[in-house]
């Protein structure tokens, strides 16, 4: 059976063909297992039933969906790569394994992107209509959406192609839509007017966690505000107040102090009059005022600041909401009507200064809020919302974390947690946005009140009036994304019939995410699972308790990919470094490798492309190292030994007669397999990756191949037994060590096994064979080896300090001490031809007595001497000893001056002195060194 793998190693023309390959067989499909059966006919029964399948666990995750509008970077290159190896590691370890893929609608996003081709067609969506634009982006989206995916398929993440989901899809917008009726239901949704952050520019409220600040340099103004006598004029007194957004002083009700501020006890049950609006507002007494910031006296703004809402309320004063949703001043702004905030802003500067009520204009620096999305400024503004009741969730979600239903590693991650939760707010969940699901709710104009339902309703539920009206807000896109892990089950339609994946799936093992959307998305999950899937029994028909309800068992957040100076990659700093491009110089696997040998909990990766030409040179090695088997493998046929890769072993083993090489290289492979399993097991990806890496390169390479080769010469076979043995361990572990990779190089381990394999396939893939498991090692093997090892690594060294040239061979004696055992001794006398081979090593003498003489090392209780006369030019070394005896002679007499000279000692640093005192006496060393050497020359 020839083997024609091409000479070189060419990551592209691999991949490429695999990547559609395992799309195309559907190799990691997890089909609805028919566990309908299972659920009456109890556990041990369906395991007999079906046999295997029933006693594999479950293993399931969800792709963090990726949004529609988005591109593959080096953030999701690393989770995709960690998440991949751990689910092909569990499928090759026999758990019944499940990656749920899909996209995200992301509300935000994609209708700015949409809106802005739209406008560069010179239109807007405000003149196409709401329906006309949703169908515009269901359009584009089904375009352009799916580029993340392509590029996962391309880099082989083995991820369920079949059950690929969309936020927006029918079913998961029908839970999208039961979820909001029941909580409506359960009086835990309410609309109110509330203080949200706006984006004038998307024109929509945001949460917080759409809200990134940024200090900006701004200023600080004080104006003077005209305080009232008792006939309400004027009384020439002045209150000033402080401000850093002077415009919405429009929309002033009051203007707060300190009740004890002694500085404005006369003020007491005072009013003022606001300039440029002429109103009259009322001075209020509140202790949430801080006496030290500004003048101590605040303008009280309830329409455009959150504290100034707050107190408002406590305080029973109207609000005076004066910007629209542009962020132009509306109709309650007087004379300022019309203009957009900055410029409403200069005008009202401008006019109090002329009216001589600008007390004065500070430096300031703001701490400024913007949008996310698209970087304006967001204004604080009072608007009509719809929010959750949040705090029983919370509590729910909280528990679920306490009790250790969820596990969170890196552990610190479960404080940040709680933090979050005890200082949660209700979530504003409408957006005044068009892409999304719009919000189940109908307002009716005779009766003016609300009705929600789960289906569209065509009469008002309190007056039975048809005049009604759908709500225009859409949700929140964090709200699907926090159904997902009981929508893509089938929640909520969980019936006998249709429950087979929610009992098999639900509740998921592992998320594997990032920490930027740890509120956003991993706290809003656990929330909605721990209320919602609690109604779902359990697949024997007991209540659902909390610990069976949670989204998932594990939480694994990821570290960042940073570039190689350790700095966050940005756009702004140009230092962002595309994936794409990396692989297609390098190769997926490659890539992969890199990451994955740097990934350990906590630990933020500094992406270094030196490392991944690296590890392109380990596939190479990998590549060579399977051409070289082949090629043997080859040769043995001609011969008439005919090693068949189907009669190998599952796991490579050999007996305890078997060579000392074969028996250590099995003993290595099962240790490095029980060592990445282990570190697979607690995300050290690092540990894993770099264990196979040195055993592949250094064991199996370096050592192995190199003695094996003994046994390889079929030129004249001596003993074909031993022969076919060595082909057969040599074959057995390369084969499982492609296994062992197989999680980190997918491509060039499926390219390798099939070579391996030709016609005869064991399964359709790698990724469908058995992992190496934990399993006992040879310990006896490993530890005889190593004196092997020790004892050829002393040789080597010896040579090079003698200068034996690198072809010639040498004759080295070795002795045994007592205290060692006797047998260790055989390790040598048994395995000289290894020494001899790897060594260099023409004759190996035994000496009862301890070497004496030149040339010896000690280790393990084993003296070895290298046996060499190095033929020496004698001439030509006296010459060259002459002349460095001069040289050093000469250098011993500048220092000895210097440091004789009085005058330079006293000046010169002491470091410097020191510094030359070292030098002189090492130059005094070399100078005696030479002179014995050059005495020690024969005379001619
Ligand atoms: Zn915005
Ligand atoms: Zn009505």
Redesign the pocket.
């Known amino acids: 059976m020839p083997h024609d793998l091409p000479k070189s190693y060419d990551p592209a023309t691999i991949e490429d063909h695999w990547a559609e390959y395992w799309v195309r067989e559907k190799l990691f499909a997890q089909p609805t297992p028919d566990s309908a059966s299972h659920a009456t006919l109890g556990r041990e029964a369906a395991a007999r039933l079906d046999g295997q399948s029933d006693r594999q666990s479950p293993f399931t995750i969800l792709l963090p969906p990726p949004n529609v509008t988005g591109n593959l970077h080096m953030g999701h290159m690393f989770e995709h790569t960690e998440s991949d190896i751990l689910m092909r590691w569990r499928r090759m370890s026999g758990d019944r394994v499940l990656w749920v893929p899909g996209t995200d609608h992301a509300g935000i996003a994609t209708q700015m992107l949409v809106e802005r081709q739209i406008v560069s067609e010179g239109a807007t969506r405000q003149q196409m209509g709401r329906e006309a634009f949703v169908e515009r982006v269901w359009k584009w989206r089904e375009h352009y959406g799916g580029a993340i995916l392509n590029q996962m398929k391309r880099l082989g993440a083995s991820v369920d192609w079949q059950r690929e989901y969309f936020t927006m899809d029918e079913n998961l917008s029908v839970a999208v839509r039961e979820a909001f009726v029941r909580l409506h239901e359960q009086n835990l949704i309410y609309r109110g007017a509330y203080i949200v952050n706006w984006c004038p520019r998307c024109q929509t409220a945001i949460s917080d966690l759409e809200v990134f600040h940024e200090e900006q340099s701004g200023h600080l103004w004080e104006i003077r505000y005209p305080v009232l006598g008792a006939d309400g004029k004027d009384s020439g007194k002045f209150l000033s107040v402080a401000t850093t957004r002077p415009e919405t002083m429009l929309g002033d009700v009051a203007v707060a102090i300190h009740p004890e501020d002694e500085r404005y006890l006369s003020l007491h049950g005072k009013k003022l009059r606001l300039p440029l609006m002429n109103r009259e507002i009322p001075i209020v007494l509140d202790e949430w005022v801080s006496r030290d910031f500004g003048t101590g006296a605040v303008k009280v703004t309830p329409a455009h600041d959150p504290n100034d809402f707050a107190l408002a309320e406590r305080h029973h004063l109207p609000s005076i909401n004066i910007m629209d949703d542009t962020g132009h001043i509306n109709a309650a702004g007087g004379p300022y009507t019309g203009l957009d905030r900055y410029a409403a802003r200069k005008r009202v500067v401008a006019d109090l200064e002329e009216q001589g009520l600008l007390a004065g204009i500070k430096d300031h620096v703001n701490n400024v809020g913007h949008c996310d999305r698209c970087k304006t400024v967001v204004e604080p503004r009072l608007s009509t919302q719809w929010f959750i009741k949040i705090q029983p969730l919370a509590d729910k979600a909280k528990a679920a974390v306490r009790e250790k239903h969820i596990r969170f590693t890196p552990e610190m991650y479960e404080k940040t947690y709680f933090e979050w939760m005890e200082n949660i707010h209700d979530w504003c969940i409408s957006r005044q946005l068009w892409w999304g699901h719009r919000i189940p709710a109908w307002h009716?104009?005779?009766?003016?009140?609300i009705?929600v339902a789960r289906i569209d309703p065509t009469a008002?539920?309190?007056?039975?009036?048809a005049?009604?009206t759908q709500e225009t807000d859409v949700l929140d896109t964090w709200f699907s994304a926090g159904l997902l892990p009981v929508s893509v089950f089938g929640w909520p339609k969980i019936t006998p019939e249709t429950r087979a994946d929610f009992d098999a799936f639900y509740p998921t093992s592992l998320l594997v995410t990032g920490f930027d959307i740890l509120f956003f998305w991993v706290a809003r999950m656990i929330m909605f699972g721990c209320w919602f899937a609690g109604d779902v029994p359990m697949p024997d028909g007991s209540k659902r308790t909390l610990a069976d309800s949670v989204p998932f068992r594990e939480v694994y957040i990821h570290a960042l990919v940073r570039d190689a100076n350790r700095e966050k990659m940005s756009k702004t700093k140009g230092n962002v470094l595309d994936p794409i491009e990396i692989v297609q110089q390098y190769g997926t696997d490659a890539v992969r490798f890199t990451l994955a040998s740097m990934a350990s909990p906590g630990t933020d990766i500094a992406f270094n492309i030196a490392r991944t030409e690296g590890y392109s040179a380990f596939a190479n090695k990998i590549w060579n190292a399977a051409r070289f088997l082949f090629m043997n493998v080859d040769r043995a046929a001609e011969v008439g030994i005919v090693v068949d890769p189907a009669s190998l072993p599952l796991l490579p083993m050999v007996g305890n007669d078997a060579p000392l090489e074969d028996r250590w290289i099995i003993a290595e492979f099962h240790s490095t397999a029980s060592k990445v399993n282990r570190s697979l097991a607690i995300y050290r990806f690092d540990d894993a990756a770099n264990t196979i890496y040195q055993f592949f390169w250094g064991s199996f390479c370096d050592w192995y191949l190199e003695i094996v080769k003994l046994r390889l010469d079929f030129s004249g076979i001596i003993d074909k037994v031993s022969t076919e043995a060595a082909l057969t361990t040599l074959l057995s572990v390369f084969e499982a060590s492609l296994r062992l990779l197989s999680p980190f190089m997918p491509f060039l381990t499926e390219e390798l096994w099939h070579a391996v394999y030709g016609d005869n396939l064991p399964k359709k893939s790698i990724a469908l064979m058995s992992y190496p498991p934990i399993n006992s090692i040879h310990l006896r093997a490993q530890i005889d080896m190593e004196m092997l090892q020790g004892i050829i690594s002393d040789i080597r060294a010896l040579r090079k300090d003698v200068g034996v040239e690198e072809k010639e061979t040498v004759s080295i004696k070795i002795h045994s001490y007592e205290f060692v055992v006797a047998d260790k001794l055989e390790v040598f006398t048994n395995n000289c031809d290894i020494i001899q081979r790897l060594a260099k090593v023409s004759k190996i003498e035994f000496s009862e007595l301890p070497l004496s003489g030149p040339n010896i090392r000690s280790s393990f209780g084993v003296d070895v001497q290298v046996l060499y006369e190095r033929t020496v030019d004698v001439a030509a070394e006296r010459d060259r000893l002459t002349k460095e005896i001069a040289k050093y002679e000469k250098g011993l007499i500048s220092a000895e001056r210097q440091l004789g000279n009085e005058g330079f000692l006293a000046k010169a640093p002491a470091h410097i002195v020191d510094g030359l005192k070292k030098q002189a006496a090492e130059t005094g060393m070399l100078l005696a060194k030479a002179m014995v050497a050059l005495d020690e020359l024969p005379k001619q």
């Open positions: 009716c104009s005779e009766c003016r009140k009705t008002c539920a309190h007056c039975g009036s005049k009604l």
